[in-house]
């Protein structure tokens, strides 16, 4: 596979998960179009023409060196200059990937945060209350990710020659649609059976053992879970402090998040939420690990690090076998 068809593939699967489904991605890109033909020409020359027909602006190709077959990748959650030299180090490596988003992913991080409003509106929040507290949040971290150095680690891989890219949200959409099913299917009663079930998930097994397995941050095992919200396992980050009031009058009894502040923390707790924090790297890993198995299929070689647990999923795809041979 070139740098480009691994790209579209992650774009493509990241589009099959999306809760939004496949017409409500189109619906988003037909809204930017109509919104860019409307454009002076000043405005259209500074315009991200990309954002026409990527709906995740955080998964990006930031460089390629050179565009060859890619037989052998080195993925991490985060990737920095360290990880671009362990790149060279190793030697034989002719992609890397982040999962965490770099340069012009890293800088348009905000945007994909519009796919929470959705989200959100699927369980319950009223669509104007999601979109007036998202908005808020969206130019806050519009804002936090302003004064980054966003093209650091792109600027080392250009210089050592290293062909990179970014794949945030299209993976975490895979996370989220994975949970979203099984959690759909199992209805758990109480907060330690949906505890239960995330430990004997392999990334969240192999966290516990490594001290960062998934946690109960306001609840307690005892609680019934009520509805259960993946709300927060995509769309870039974390949402305001002040959703947590909205979603429990939504209906809501338990939201599973990657990661947490302690701010919303708070507001949860005050409105009775019970919140499942079921691990960062692990969250990330498993978004990663799914796109990662379709890549391995195809007969590439992975190596992992910085952060990613690495878990296949091969076997649970009887045509896995047939589709390594091309
Ligand atoms: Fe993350």
């Known amino acids: 596979m070139r740098i480009k068809e691994i790209y579209n593939l992650a774009i493509n699967k990241g589009i099959e998960a999306d809760f939004r489904g496949k017409e409500g991605v189109e619906k988003f890109l037909k809204r930017k179009k109509e919104k860019y033909e409307r454009l002076s020409e000043k405005e259209k020359e500074e315009f991200d023409l990309e954002a026409l027909e990527n709906p995740y602006l955080d998964s990006r190709i930031l460089n390629i060196s050179q565009d060859k077959e890619i037989k052998k ?19 034989d490596i002719d992609l ?5 988003p770099l340069g012009k992913g890293l800088a ?18 009223p669509i104007n209350i999601a979109e007036g507290l998202m908005k808020e949040r969206i130019e ?10 966003h093209q650091r680690t792109v600027d080392t891989a250009k210089i050592l020659g290293f062909n990179l890219i970014c794949l945030h949200t299209a993976c975490d959409n895979l996370a989220a649609k994975y949970l979203k099913d099984k ?20 990334e969240y097994k192999e966290a516990l053992k490594l001290g960062a397995g998934p946690k109960i941050f306001t609840g307690d095992p005892e609680r019934r879970c009520g509805k259960i919200s993946v709300a927060e396992i995509t769309g870039g980050t974390e949402p305001s402090p002040k959703i947590y ?21 708070k507001e949860a707790e005050a409105s009775n939420l019970n919140i499942v924090i079921a691990g960062h790297m692990s969250s990330d890993s498993l978004g990663v690990n799914l796109f990662l198995d379709e890549l391995e299929k195809r007969g590439i070689k992975i190596v992992s690090c910085s952060g990613l647990i690495r878990k296949k999923r091969l076997k649970e795809n009887k045509f896995s076998f047939r589709a390594s041979s091309h």
């Open 96 to 100: 890397v990937i982040s999962h965490h």
């Open 73 to 91: 990748i080195l993925v991490g959650i985060d990737i920095e200059p360290a990880e671009i030299l362990l790149a060279k180090e190793i030697g």
């Open 108 to 125: 348009n991080l905000s945007d994909v945060m519009k796919l929470q409003c959705d989200i959100l509106n699927q369980y319950g929040v």
């Open 245 to 265: 009031e909205k979603i429990a009058q939504a209906g809501i009894g338990t939201v599973i998040g990657m990661h947490m502040g302690e701010e919303s923390r």
């Open 183 to 202: 959690i759909e299917k199992e209805k758990f009663e109480r907060v330690e059976d949906l505890m239960n079930f995330l430990k004997e998930i392999p």
């Open 140 to 149: 806050e971290v519009a804002r936090g990710v302003n004064r980054i150095n």
